[in-house]
Every structure is written in C-alpha cells, then in structure tokens.
C-alpha cells in the first residue's frame, strides 16, 4: 500500500477542515470497508485520511435518535447497529432489512450508513481500473462487456448500478440527508442526493469536494408497513443483483402513499414513481401487484447480458409487494414515550 | 515541508516499541504531510489479547499486519486482504472484524483477541474442542477466522439456531467447504457415525485429525507465518495485457529505490520453469507475455510496502498482439499462434492432433440408434481459489537452499526445483508443515518457488514471496474449460448403441497438465469415439483442479445421458443400471465394482422411485425435481516410501506426505498403527521436510492413501520381523530399530477405480431464476475407509465445491480486452455458509485386497458427479436444459423465457 498519513479529526468542522486542507489529496473515512480495498488496489490515492470513526463520540454522528416526527441516524452509526435497532426494526423495517443484508457480519461491524450510501460502484471494469468514465476514460466497458450486473435504467453514458442497500430504503422512506461541508451545512432530499452519471459520470452523488454526510433524517410515518426485499447471486457478500425497497403507509388496507424504489438496476436508487401513483388509494390485490411489476420495467432497456433482470425486477416487485400487503406486519405508529 | 507532527520525531526503525517507552496519547492534529520521504507512523495502545501494548505503526499499516508481522501472532491467517473471505477475522472490542480491512492506528485504545486469545492458559475453549472432536478444520487456513466468528455468535445468543449460526458466519469462507462441520461443531452437534461398516482396531475408526489441535489454536505453521531475520519481501509485477511484447524494460528506478536488494526480469534471469509447460519452454519472465497474469518481474525489497513501490517503478513498453480466449476459435485459420507450431497442443508422440480414443464404429451405432441426441456443452474456467494463496520463503546458506512452500508434494517440488537450479537434489530442502488447501494447483513446484529462490539468491538473504488474491487467481492455475460437442444414440430399450464427443479444453498458454474430457468410459457401450483438444489460448493457464478432467466432462456426458433417458421416457437410473460400465473401456475388468451397489442402494436411500416424476411436468413458480448422476476416479497403486523408526516404545513414521487438508497424516498414523497393533497415541508422524522424510508420490491423483500407505504397511512387515528377530534384547522400550520400504506394488492388468452415485432434488425459482439444493445424498465406494470421520468431511467438501461449480463460480474475460473481470472470492461468488446445504454421506465398503486393508481414494470423486446430479435435477424440475456454466440467475431465466 502506498504512504497515508491518519489523521484523527476533533469535530465535524474539524474534519472539514482536515479535508480542505488536503487539497484533493485528502479523504474522508468512516468504517473502512469500501476505501482501504480501493487505495491497496490503486483505485484511490489519498494522501490523508480523515478518520470520521475518531468523532464517534461527536456532534451526534454515531447515534441513533428516535423521536415522534422523525428517526435521525447520525453518519457513522454502523450497519450492525442500525440493523438491529429495535426502533428503527418497528418502525422501519426496510431501512433495518436493507442494512442487515448488506455484506457480511464483520463489514456490517465497521461499515457506517454513510459509508454504505456513498461507497464507490462495484462494476466489475471499475474494480478493475479499466479507464472508464469513472476513471477519466471516454467509455464504459461494461455497455458492451460483461454487462450481466449493471443497469437496464438511467445507464448512459455509464452503466454502473448503485450498490447499496441502504440508499433504496432510504430514498422510499423519503429520508433527507445532512451535509456539511466548508460552506456550512445544506439539507438535500435522499432522491435527490444521487445522481445519474449523464449529470456527473464521474460521480454517483451531489457531495461536493470535502463535504461530508453527516446524518439522515426519516419522517414518521403513520400507517407505515415496509420490507426490503434483495436477490442475490450467492447467499451472502454480494450487491443485489436487483432489489426493491417498499414502504406503504396503510389506512384500512388501502395504500394512502407509496414508496417504491429499486436497487441494483440503475445507477442511482430507481424510484417507479409511476407505480408509486399505480398503487395510491388503492388495496393491494394479485391483479394490483401484478400491474405494479409490469409497470416497475417500463421503459427499461437492457444490455445484451442483462435482458433477465426485466423479468426479475417484475416478478420480484409483484411478490414482494402482495407478501407485504399480506404480512400482517404491525404498522406501529406511535413511539413509546 | 512536513507540518509539525510528533510522528516526525518518532524513529522509523523500530517498528514496536516496548510497551513503556511512549504513551499513548494520540498524534497532534494536522498530520498533512507529504508521505513522499517517510511513510507517516503512529504510537498506538492497544489491548491484544488481554495484554496492553503499546506500538508504533506505519499509518498505512492494516491491523492484520500490525497482529501477524510486528506482534507474531500467526494465528490470523491472511487470504485475500480485501474484506472477501474471513480468513483474518479478529474481535475488535467484542465485535468480529476483518483485521485485513482495519487500519492498525484505528485500534488505538481498543481491545483486539485473535485465536491465541480462546485457549486459556492452554485449556481449549468449548467451541475449539468441539471443531477438535467435529472435525471442522479441513486445511485449517480458515479456522482461525471460523473460530472468531463462531465465538461472537455464542456470545451474542449462547444457543443459537443453524440459522443463526450460518448468518453469523457468513462471511467466512471456507474452501474447503466443510461448512456442515463447522456449524454442527458450533451448534454442539457431534459427528452422527464415525464408524466404518467393518471397523478394524485403528483402521475404520473415526479419529480426530493428529494435529487438530494445532489447526485450530493456531499454532500450525504455514509458509506465510515463517519470518527469518533479515528476510525481505517480494512482489510480482504481471502481465496487464493477454497477449504482448515487450519492447522495452527500464527497472532502473526501482533499484535504485531504497530498500530495494533485487530485481528479476527476462533480462536478467532466464531459467526455465520446466513444470510449468511439459511442451514448450516456460521462462519464469515470459517475452511474449501471453496471458493477463504473466509473470514480467519480480522484486524483493525491506518490506511489502517498498517491493509494491518498487513495481510501481518498473516501466515496461507493451506491443499487444491479438488475442483469442475461445478454444474453437483457436484453432480457426488465421487465429493469433499463441505458441511455435500452432494452437493445437501435441499429443504425446509429438503430433499436433488431438487425442483419439475408439471403439467400435459410432456411424454404424447411430444407424442402429432409435433416439440420437446431440448436444453441446461449455464449461467454463473454474478457480481452485484455495484459502492459502501460493507463498514461498527461500534461504541460502552457500549453495544449499532451503525452500519453505505450500506444495502438494515435497518431493516432486525438491526435484523440480533443483532440476529448474541447476542444482543436486540434495542441495534443496523443501519444506512445507502445513498448507491451506490446493486442489491441485499447489502441485509440485510453482514459478513462486524459484522466483523467491532466485531473489533470494541475488538479494543475499532470505525472501518471502507472498501471491496477492488476485495474483493467485490469475498467476496460478483454474480448472480448464471445455467445449463438448456430444452425439449419443440409443436403442428403443435403452441400450446405448454409440458415444461421439468432439471437445475443445482451453489450457491456457501453456500446458502444464493433461487437458482430457473424462465420463465416456462410465458407460458400455460398443461403438464410442472421443476427440478432445487441448487448446492453447491466451486465458489464464488451465491445470489440475480436483478430479481434473471429470467433473466438466461428466457434466457433459451426464447431461446427454439424461436427455437420451428423457426422450426414451426411461427413468435415469433405470437407464444407469443398464448401460453401466462393467469394465473399463468395456475391456479392463475392475478389481472391485460397487458403482451398481452406490446406485440402488443411493436410490433407495433416497426414495428414488417415489420422487423421480417426468421432466418438466411440474407447474407453479417454484419447481422441485430431482436428478442424480455418477462418476469413477482412478485408485491405482505405485511407488511411495516410508520409513518407520521404533525408538523408546514410540513409533516414529517419516513419510514425505504435507496434508493438504485430507487428514493424509492421520490417516497414515492410523493405518502405521494399525499394521502396529499399536495405539494411535503411540505414532508420532514426522512429515513435509525432504531433510527428515523419504521419497513420497505427492498429494496430487488422491494417491497418498494407496501408495504411501502401501509403502507404510510394507515397512510394519519388516519392522515386526526385527522385533521378532531381536526379541531377545531386552524390552522393546531399550531397541532402536528402522525399517524402509519403497513398494511398487501392481494391479495385475486390472483397473482400479472408486464410485460414486449422487443425488438432489433442487427448487428452481422460475420467477426470480435462483437454485436452491433442498437434498443431496453422496453415496460413494473408495474401499475401505481409514477414517470415517476425516472422509465425511472430504465427500461434503468436494460436494460443496461442485455446488459452486455449478452454480456461481467462473472467471469471466471481458472478451474485447482479453483481460478477467473478477478475479477474487467477491467476484467468483465462492459458495458461504448461507449457500452451503447438508450433505448426506453414505459409504459402501467393499475389500479388493489391493489397497492397504482394501483402502481406494476420497479426495477427488466427490466432486465428479455433482455439477451433472445438479443439472439433471434443475431439468427435471423445469424441463429445460442449461448447457453453459454457471447455472447462473441470467441463465435460468434465459432458458426459462
């Protein structure tokens, strides 16, 4: 590995700092997992990393806040913690489910939410330094390579998909994220922190140069009945091959509003906002799901290796929605006090 | 110019300082400096184990080389450095971490127990002595990490359910695949049967591995945990293009970087790496380099840091050339020839034809055939992705090397190398105490062996050569992939009336082992021709992985085997029982046949005939069906040593085995013991060092068992009749005595072959395109069985493996670039514990009076029958046939849609 310095920072604005003085060559980290690999693999090569771990304690970047309107989840709160929360596993279980599935148990030990949400594409050409756009290429590899695992939506001129679990529950609960950066802190809606690489190719989201996800907020939401539902490849230690985070808010059975997000099939978490509007005010019912899923992949286009994900993505989005609908799962709306 | 920083005044030599010299406060703030001259350090308190330590670390530094490197603490084993396998899992204030992907200066103030840390004051903990009597270390480079993972989950829910125990020990690979073992041992589940059906007072008794305990308190050496003073460390610069030329190699900035003793290039080292290519001359730096992997250089430098740097340095000036990857298409006029000569590798008598095996006339039976099926099959490169990445450690005193290395023959490697040396044989000593698995690709010696041993010559000190995962991948070897083209014609009753393969295997630019397509021969039939040719390409070298050539081609063959059943409205195994070989090659009689007895009595374990229903006449999104499929590996005898010494009443048994994570050396003590009248308790092994150990086969063809154990029984004769003759010295206790044996022992013009009759039932998800195995039964002959315990553990290992065979693994080219995409236990999708079902295991033991007590072979037929049990299962249950590998979702749902 090449020469890096640690740097252990007193505060959020102390971080920021850190990183602004780096000019470039320094690097925030949180748990390790995503960066460490890229710096031994000569896909990153900070000078300087910024330890977030070393603020656990700080400005409330490792705690998990439940409250009546809304459940705020510091930055450097781990997968393992936040999976296992029993508030956040009432209340919200997508958000508890994405993170469980995500890796393996010692990643999900160190990996932070932040980390998760902004972990860089594990398409294999970028993983392997091809000199695609991500790199300062001209090209993506995959669109006419091995494409069996990137995007059939929003893929030009890059086909990565988004690779965490974490950011489709997050965009479906209409979670808003906190970034500070060296011009103070701004608050941008989940949706809209990613972005499609015809915007930027050489990111998957709006963190400007030394920025930092500080934490998430997720609204209360009465009624709220949610899953996150992930298919993978081998059984554990893969990113979804695609996955679809669901969050209903139920009133007598009835959808009163959708959260439908998609994960693994573009490169940003794919919100179907027509299915989202398929399913307002109605009850979910065989002949609904299955509309739902028809609906999910429209507008899809497909690579030559990945034309199996349009009907995946269909049949994932039907079942998983109708065995929500039918879970009997507790919409606890209320915290206790 | 450096910001202040104490780490400026901190001496960079010692790397740990004694635990008073410095406190532990943390570094300033404001560490911004330029890395350029010094790499930054820290002083870091830690708690390891108990015992406060405090420690200056290179920032840089992972936790997993602060433990193993500067604090000796072996025990965490490293094999793949990137958070992908678990092999260096450690507890981190309570929590399992992967220690490779921490940085050591994080664990500042923190507590860290590895493996050292279970035992108490040498007292195992509960969960090691259950891995101990469950025998859940195979090669044990993984326990260590299986250990730590298993301890959180105890101590999270003290008893937990399987499901539990598999998701807390998801991430930790095992190559082995002993997944059934280690979650019974957590779960305090013991061993069912550990008996074989006609146990002798040793022999035929399930036994605890001799060195178990060394596999799972980490005390077991392997070459990675050597460490001699003054030992430098070196790094491959490798090929990034499949096909080039080197124009131009300017390695002048790398030596002159400091810390850097040696560097080897084409330029300066054209020794030859003969086991490498039986055909062509392999250098160890190859110009042209003709696969994304090839060896370009080579370095050793103070540390793995600086050698990394030092690659880094070396500018190389490629000219590509064209490439092919496909083996049919190598073979197209006007392809790129990869080697002198042409892309056909040659036969053994010279010829650039492929290999021809005939009877009969296939024309003649095809016009006899009522049903004629005709079918391809590919399969694909397949990783032997072993935990222990290949590893050597070389030191000269003189002219006389020593050679530590994980290889599966120390014998063969001690010959190959001092051939490849120039040297005499006894001038190398090849040592290898324990290895992390092989599968075939640790065979004899590797280019990593004589490129340490050639740094280590020119650097004047001892070198340790460490392959990356990905080094290991793509620099070693995989399994090789087939193209089969198949026509097979049977009579209206099933009697198969002609076999016609024409199969294409891709080797790889070189060919370093055999390349054939094996299965035909399971079958009788009069009129079979077989064509296979082994195809030189510019993928990743293609060599000997578990049952070599049998598992593709059994697939293949098992599958046309099905289809020809199927559209004969005959069930299979009813069509097995009747075309089932009598002799091999329907001509060499079997010293012992019970591949009829492992189909019906596997069948009626399974309940077969209830089950088995016509393919595809299932409905609904989820399609169970159920497929079984067979397969034979050689067991032939030959020549192996041993050397038993009775001294003090102790029998000591040198034989030059390594165990490769079969228990060989438990197996060898048992059946030393047995042909003793003695205890187990009273053998004590001596192994794995040509200084201390006779001649031995290798464990390469599952030979170790019948050849050394012949050599060791032979051996007991003499030793008793010393006994005998020197009866009246005194008690045994006071005489010394030696006796060797070297047997060529011979099969008397028979073939001598283990069975096996697998299998499954599966769930296909029609929807969503995945595979489940819900059942497997493996019901095999190998003989007699020398340790039921230890060989479950090999049939549910090589069973497991071949899950993954069939349904994940393959290393994918990018075509247009030539260069592989995911090499690594992510990319391949390496079966875990979540993927892992439970293998039933079933042995039928008859005596053929050949083996020693009748023993055959286990390592490699367990995998032989699975990817085909597993493809005939997924046709029953669906009534489509997958004909290319991995059984992946993409090609479910294609073959589904």
């Not at chain 2, 010692?14 to 703030?29: D, G, I, K, N």
């Not at chain 2, 603490?73 to 450095?81: E, M, N, V, W, Y």
């Amino acid at each position: 590995m090449r020469p890096l310095a640690n740097a252990n920072p007193e505060s959020l604005a102390d971080a920021v700092e850190r990183l602004e003085r780096g000019g470039g060559r320094a690097a925030a980290i949180g748990g390790g997992s995503d960066l460490l690999g890229m710096i031994k693999d000569d896909l990153a090569s900070p000078d300087v990393l910024v330890s977030l771990r070393a603020l656990a304690a700080s400005d409330g970047l490792d705690a998990i806040v439940p409250g009546p309107a809304e459940l705020r989840v510091g930055g450097l709160v781990t997968l393992a913690r936040l999976s296992a929360h029993p508030e956040v596993a009432s209340r919200y279980r997508v958000l508890a489910e994405a993170a469980g599935s995500a890796a393996t148990p010692q990643i999900r030990n160190v990996a932070t939410l932040a980390g998760n949400l902004c972990q860089r594409p594990w398409c294999w050409y970028f993983r392997q330094n091809f000199p695609c756009y991500k790199h300062g290429g001209n090209r993506c590899f995959s669109r006419t390579g091995e494409n069996q695992f990137n995007a059939i939506f929003g893929g030009a001129p890059s086909y990565i998909v988004h690779p965490s679990d974490a950011a489709p529950a997050l965009v479906a609960l209409d979670a808003r994220f906190r970034l500070v950066g060296p011009g103070g802190e701004r608050v941008v809606p989940a949706g809209a922190f990613f972005t499609l690489p015809r915007v930027d190719v050489t990111r998957e989201n709006v963190l400007e140069p030394n920025e930092i996800l500080a934490d998430v907020t997720v609204p209360a939401a009465p009624g709220l009945r949610s899953t996150y539902a992930k298919v993978l490849d081998r059984e554990a230690w893969t990113h979804a091959v695609v996955s679809v985070a669901l969050a209903l808010q139920l009133e007598d059975d009835r959808v009163r509003r959708a959260g439908v997000v998609l994960g693994g099939v573009a490169p940003v978490p794919w919100r179907v906002a027509a299915v989202e509007d398929l399913l307002a005010g109605r009850a979910v019912t065989e002949s609904l799901a299955a509309e739902a899923g028809r609906l999910a992949v429209d507008g899809a286009r497909p690579l030559p290796k990945n034309r199996y994900k349009v009907p995946l993505v269909e049949n994932l989005v039907r079942r998983t929605l109708l065995s929500l609908a039918g879970s009997g799962q507790d919409p606890r709306q209320e915290l206790a006090p | 110019m450096k910001s202040v920083s104490r780490r400026t005044f901190l001496k960079s030599s010692a790397a740990v300082t004694a635990a008073t010299t410095l406190p532990s406060a943390r570094a300033p703030l404001g560490a911004q400096s330029s890395p350029a001259d010094s790499p930054p350090r820290s002083t870091i308190t830690l708690t390891v184990n108990g015992v406060r330590r405090t420690v200056e670390v290179e920032d840089r530094w992972t936790l997993a080389e602060l433990i193993r490197d500067h604090l000796d603490l072996t025990g965490t084993k490293i094999g793949c450095d990137r958070g992908e396998c678990g092999a260096c899992t450690v507890h981190l204030d309570g929590d399992p971490v992967y220690s490779c992907s921490q940085l050591a200066v994080w664990a500042d103030g923190r507590a860290v127990s590895t493996v050292e840390g279970l035992a108490d004051s040498g007292r195992l903990d509960p969960l090691q002595e259950a891995f101990v009597a469950g025998d859940g270390p195979q090669c044990g480079f993984c326990t260590s990490g299986q250990l730590m993972a298993a301890r959180a989950v105890v101590a999270a829910t003290p008893n937990p359910t399987e499901e539990e125990v598999r998701e807390g020990m998801a991430g930790n690979i095992c190559r082995c695949s002993n997944y059934n073992r280690y979650v019974a041992a957590v779960l305090g589940r013991p061993p069912e049967r550990a008996t074989a059906r006609d146990p002798l007072s040793v022999v035929g008794q399930g036994r605890p591995r001799i060195d178990a305990v060394e596999r799972v308190t980490g005390a077991a050496r392997y070459t990675g945990d050597v460490k001699l003073p003054g030992m430098a460390y070196a790094r491959v610069l490798r090929s990034p293009h499949p096909h080039a030329r080197i124009a131009a190699i300017d390695t002048r900035r790398a030596r002159e970087m400091p810390g850097v003793y040696a560097v080897l290039t084409r330029e300066n080292c054209d020794t030859v790496w003969r086991s490498g290519d039986r055909q062509n001359p392999r250098y160890l730096f190859n110009n042209p380099v003709r696969f994304v992997g090839d060896p370009v250089a080579a370095v050793a430098a103070v540390d793995r840091h600086a050698a990394e740097a030092a690659l880094q340095a070396i500018e190389v000036g490629y000219e590509p050339l064209d490439f092919v990857l496909d083996p049919e298409e190598a073979l197209q006029p006007g392809a790129v020839e990869i080697q002198p000569g042409g892309n056909l590798s040659r036969r053994r008598d010279g010829e650039a034809l492929p290999d021809v095996y005939q009877r009969g006339d296939v024309e003649t039976g095809f016009d006899a055939a009522d049903v004629v099926v005709e079918e391809t099959y590919v399969s694909k490169h397949h990783s032997n992705a072993q935990m222990e990445p290949r590893s050597a450690v070389a030191h000269w005193e003189g002219d006389r090397l020593t050679l530590w290395t994980p290889t599966q023959g120390i014998s063969n490697c001690r010959r190959d190398m001092a051939g490849d040396l120039g040297l005499p044989p006894e001038q190398v000593r090849v040592v290898c105490e324990y290895m992390g698995g092989g599968f075939g690709n640790k065979n004899q010696c590797q280019d990593a062996d004589l490129i340490a041993a050639l740094l280590a010559r020119e650097a004047g000190r001892p070198v340790k050569l460490e392959l990356t995962r990905k080094d290991d991948f793509l620099g070693v070897h995989g399994r090789w992939p087939t193209v089969q083209h198949y026509k097979a014609g049977a009579a209206r009753d099933g009697t198969l009336q002609a076999i016609r393969l024409r199969g294409y295997s891709g080797m790889g630019p070189h060919r370093k082992s055999g390349g054939g397509i094996a299965g035909i021969e399971l079958f009788r039939c009069p009129n079979v021709r077989r064509e296979v040719s082994p195809v030189y390409t510019n993928m990743t070298v293609a060599a000997n992985f578990r049952g070599p050539a049998y598992p593709q081609g059994v697939w293949g063959i098992e599958s046309v085997m099905d289809q020809v059943a199927h559209e004969l409205s005959i069930d299979p195994v009813d069509f097995h029982l009747r075309n089932l070989t009598r002799a091999f090659n329907d001509e060499t009689p079997y010293t012992s046949w019970a591949l009829r007895e492992c189909l019906t009595e596997g069948a009626d374990r399974f309940g077969w005939a209830a089950r088995w229903r016509r393919a595809g006449t299932r409905a609904g999104p989820l399609r169970r069906g159920v497929g079984m499929a067979i397969g034979m590996f050689a067991a032939r005898l030959g020549r192996s040593s041993a050397v038993l010494r009775l001294e003090g009443g102790r029998l000591f048994l040198h034989v030059g085995v390594t165990d490769i994570g079969t228990a060989a050396k438990t197996a060898m003590a048992q059946l030393a013991a047995e042909a003793m009248g003695m205890d187990l308790a009273d053998v004590t092994v001596v192994w794995g060092d040509t200084d201390r150990c006779p001649y031995s086969v290798g464990e390469s063809g599952s030979r170790t068992t019948t050849h050394t154990g012949h050599a060791i029984l032979e051996a007991a004769e003499d030793l008793k009749r010393q006994m005998a003759a020197t009866d009246g010295d005194g008690p045994i206790e006071s005489r010394t005595l030696i006796a060797q044996a070297t047997p060529e022992p011979v099969l008397d013009g028979l073939a001598r072959y283990a069975s096996a009759a697998h299998f499954t039932e599966v769930e296909v998800d029609t929807e969503l395109g995945g595979i489940r195995v819900l059942e497997y039964l493996a019901m095999h002959e190998s003989g007699r069985i020398v340790n039921p315990l230890t060989a479950e553990s090999q049939v549910k290992g090589g069973v497991t493996m071949g899950i993954g065979m069939a349904l994940h693994e393959e290393l994918i080219y990018d075509r247009l670039t030539g260069i592989p995409v995911n090499p690594g236990y992510y990319g391949a999708r390496v079966m875990t514990h979540l993927d892992a079902p439970e293998i039933e295991v079933r042995f039928i033991e008859p005596d053929d009076a050949y083996g020693p007590y009748g023993a055959k072979n286990v390592g490699e037929p367990p995998i032989i029958p699975v990817v085909a049990a597993i493809g005939n299962a997924v046709f029953n249950a669906t009534g489509r046939r997958i004909r290319e590998l991995p059984m992946t979702r993409d090609r479910v749902l294609e073959a589904l849609a």
